[in-house]
């Protein structure tokens, strides 16, 4: 059993999948798939129950995950500590962020935060919530910013800023003259949100479900950019954050009555080391002006 052969196990873990798998690890699908028969063979048990084309854990693999996590949390926090991290101004940072704050609020201030601290080893990664939660969990990221609440007792969250929600609709549609509009005028309207698994999306869903809101949802995407070009096309109409008006450009932008906020933060795995140049970075991010 080595490193290799878990981290495998735990791409098929998360993916259900060897063919999704592979393709997160930039691997040969075959050569995945024989690491994990190997596996299998070194631990003289079966870790997955092949389905057609997806997978599922046996009770086998059920119990591997959290310990493949931990081994992957202990070999990251010794590269850390061994790595020559411990300078205030130096060492390796790792920070993930969800994909509708990365190019809207992250982007800048993580460019001046390389150039104040050039000796900083910084690597950003973007992924989903989920994704950035089993990260922390690892030891592979060791900050992530992203929409709040978060409810993993394992995980410590804390507030940056709140941001309002917008609604984004075609400039040609009846309400665009409005001054603000209120959720239930939106009912039976075509709604177009993010995909399953994007924090936006289950906040839209929540304030709609709050005041029993329903409408026609027509499409869903991985990207913000394309939801605006197919309101503007007057496909249909969107909630958007507001730090991504600067994409609306053929769209009209309107506040929600009762005002509709996202709260974005930064989150830690509970009991994690945090070595000086994190502790820098967290108070570079709250001195900012949000």
Not at 194 to 203: I, N, P, Q
Request: one cysteine or more; glycine letters at 6%.
């Amino acid at each position: 059993m080595d490193l290799q052969q878990l981290r495998y196990f735990l791409a098929v873990a998360r993916t259900g999948s060897f063919v999704r798998a592979a393709d997160e690890e930039n691997a040969a699908q075959p050569t995945l798939s024989q690491q994990i028969k190997r596996l299998e063979a070194a631990l003289k048990v079966p870790l997955f129950d092949r389905l057609g084309r997806g997978v599922k854990l046996t009770r086998f693999g059920e119990a591997l995950v959290p310990r493949a996590q931990e081994i992957f949390r202990q070999v990251a926090e010794t590269e850390r500590l061994l790595g020559g991290m411990q300078a205030v101004d130096g060492g390796r940072l790792t920070v993930g962020v969800i994909p509708t704050v990365l190019p809207y609020s992250m982007a800048a201030p993580l460019a001046e935060f390389r150039e104040r601290y050039p000796q900083v080893d910084l690597e950003v990664r973007e992924a989903l919530t989920e994704r950035l939660i089993e990260g922390l969990r690892a030891g592979q990221i060791d900050l992530a910013i992203l929409a709040l609440p978060i409810k993993q007792p394992e995980i410590v969250c804390s507030e940056l800023f709140r941001e309002p929600l917008l609604v984004a609709i075609p400039r040609e549609h009846p309400l665009a003259g409005e001054a603000m509009l209120a959720l239930p005028q939106l009912v039976g309207e075509k709604m177009l949100l993010l995909r399953e698994g994007h924090c936006l999306r289950e906040d839209v869903l929540t304030i709609c479900r709050r005041v029993k809101v329903q409408f026609q949802q027509v499409f869903a995407s991985d990207h913000l950019a394309s939801i605006f070009s197919l309101v503007s096309a007057g496909f249909g109409m969107s909630i958007v954050p507001g730090m991504s008006r600067g994409e609306a450009r053929d769209c009209r932008l309107l506040p929600l009555e009762p005002r509709a906020v996202r709260r974005i933060g930064y989150a830690q795995a509970r009991g994690h080391h945090a070595l000086p140049v994190q502790k820098r970075f967290i108070e570079f991010l709250r001195k900012r002006e949000w």
